[in-house]
């Protein structure tokens, strides 16, 4: 190595020291310190650390960049309490999240106005907006920063230019007086096989974890349970390596719905049973005649003689939402409730009590409802609508999809020629999440 080249590193180091100096660099901690509690935001190639902009100085960049297509989503580095929100100069569309031990991560250039609010909890890994490119930027990138005590951490020794991060991948780094959280924010998903093996993941980039042998029909997700049919009984898992669990034998189980500790499911006759603890007795809420079931916070809806029935708990009194026999799929989340009639027309309403508003004209065969996305598969096409009066958006044509799925952190999700296609938020491309023309009924839940 030249004394030249030499002399070129060394004075990098020294200006980067520098333009630093304005805000104390809180250094990161040794090698055998404990790592992991942070994780990445985003995944993309790295074209920026701190003062470096991978070819140049910068002396007002306290940061990472990630280069990354618009639209992609970006989740919270940490538990925490959203501290900024909204437009900010310079910035553009920024999320600043406060956490324990004096830490901040900051979060610029997103696409939109930011899916969280000030004075927000979040979780680690929940979605906080999306990548984007407001603000000063010259393309799409997330500028993601951590501070301490408001002085800029370093992150140089996790980062280096032109590499690549994954989202959701642990930041290699220690952070003193940061454990590593006991519960994260995950995102579910599962599918069943055309050979009825169920497959489920927590993170949509960790590798499917089977959980059965082979002979189910149908999965429900619902907090940290999976639940699904086989061979007509009604099976659960705590958790993607939990034991089994028979909650209903008998080979009559036709449909089934899992919310929360809440689980129900409905027999070959129609009854529909439902109960809250795995362990608990089931408790019947009709005579017989139900043929779907849905489940949502305290509310059971089912549907019966094709109307559209819904009880505030098990013990609760029935309520008629929709009548005249014609009631085809429903969806309940929240207080929101919707379903599918005969002519493939989708209602919706906000409330039990309140009026129903048509969302599309017909040709409707399924919908899936979650925050307040709408979701919809209609003549082999998936739309979905951002509340009941929004725009209608196309989200996947070409008339082969079969199933649907919306849910947790704006993920929207189908079966379209027998494969699984995931993504998050309505900016997002779709990922493929099981090819080979197998897959059948799919869930989503965190």
Not at 45 to 63: A, F, M
Not at 321 to 343: H, K, P
Request: net charge neutral; aromatic share 10%; with cysteine.
């Amino acid at each position: 190595m030249t004394g030249i080249v030499v002399w070129r590193r060394l004075r990098a180091l020294m200006v980067a020291a520098v333009v630093l100096g304005g805000l104390a660099l809180v250094p990161a901690q040794p090698a055998s310190a404990q790592v992991g509690a942070m994780i990445q935001p985003v995944g993309g190639r790295v074209t920026g650390v701190l003062s470096s902009r991978c070819g140049s100085i910068d002396s007002d960049h306290y940061g990472v960049d990630i280069a990354g297509n618009n639209g992609m989503a970006i989740g919270a580095a940490y538990p925490g309490t959203v501290v900024t929100a909204g437009w900010v100069s310079g910035g553009g569309n920024m999320v600043t999240v406060s956490h324990a031990g004096g830490y901040q991560t900051r979060y610029l250039h997103m696409i939109q106005q930011p899916s969280v609010v000030v004075g927000q909890q979040v979780g680690q890994g929940q979605l906080l907006g999306y990548v984007g490119s407001t603000g000063n930027s010259t393309g799409p990138h997330l500028h993601f920063e951590i501070r301490r005590h408001g002085a800029v951490y370093n992150i140089a020794p996790a980062y280096s230019c032109g590499g690549t991060v994954t989202k959701g991948a642990v930041i290699n780094l220690s952070f003193p007086d940061l454990a590593p959280p006991a519960d994260p924010v995950l995102d579910r998903f599962a599918f069943v096989s055309s050979a009825g093996v169920l497959y489920a993941k927590d993170g949509a980039y960790s590798s499917w974890q089977a959980v059965n042998a082979g002979g189910a029909s149908k999965v429900a997700l619902g907090g940290n349970w999976i639940g699904w049919v086989q061979g007509g009984n009604f099976y659960v898992k705590d958790g993607v390596y939990g034991e089994w669990l028979t909650l209903a034998g008998g080979g009559q189980v036709r449909d089934i719905a899992v919310s929360g500790n809440r689980f129900a499911f409905v027999n070959s006759a129609g009854v529909l049973y439902a109960k809250d603890g795995a362990y608990s007795s089931w408790q019947a809420v009709n005579a017989g005649g139900a043929s779907k079931v849905a489940l949502s916070g305290n509310w059971i809806g089912w549907v019966q003689g094709g109307n559209f029935y819904a009880k505030d708990g098990i013990y609760g009194e029935w309520l008629t939402l929709a009548t005249g026999g014609q009631v085809r799929d429903i969806a309940v989340s929240g207080n929101r409730f919707a379903f599918v009639n005969s002519a493939g027309v989708l209602y919706a309403k906000d409330g039990a009590y309140s009026s129903w508003q048509a969302v599309n004209s017909g040709g409707a065969s399924k919908v899936a409802l979650s925050g307040n996305r709408i979701g919809w598969a209609q003549d082999g096409n998936f739309y979905a609508k951002d509340g009941i009066y929004g725009g209608w958006l196309a989200l996947a044509t070409g008339g082969q999809v079969s199933d649907i799925a919306v849910s947790g952190h704006d993920w929207f999700a189908f079966v379209g020629g027998g494969n699984f296609f995931a993504k998050q938020g309505i900016h997002a491309g779709w990922l493929t999440m099981g090819s080979g023309g197998q897959v059948g009924d799919i869930d989503i839940t965190t």
